[in-house]
């Protein structure tokens, strides 16, 4: 259990957001958390998978204009 929890204050540092924002995800279930008591605490690593997940990739510069003859 080498993990790290992180408050939801830290999750709204290390996402660069609000406080509100880690606390919406966690209402809507959309990022794992643990209960301590009445404390909420999020895995580092579900931290990092909600990122992974979200993260979107640059497209191509080979893409070809529409209406343009060549």
């Not at 996402?15 to 509100?20: A, E, H, N």
């Not at 209960?35 to 979107?56: C, L, M, N, Q």
Request: hydrophobic share 40%; aromatic share 6%; no cysteine.
């Amino acid at each position: 259990m080498n993990e790290r929890y992180l408050s939801v204050v830290q999750v709204a540092e290390v996402l660069g957001t609000t406080v509100r924002f880690p606390r919406r995800l966690i209402e809507e279930r959309r990022i794992t958390y643990v209960k301590v008591g009445r404390h909420v605490r999020i895995p580092e690593s579900a931290v990092h998978a909600f990122i992974g997940a979200h993260t979107v990739e640059p497209r191509s510069r080979v893409t070809a204009r529409r209406g343009v003859a060549a």
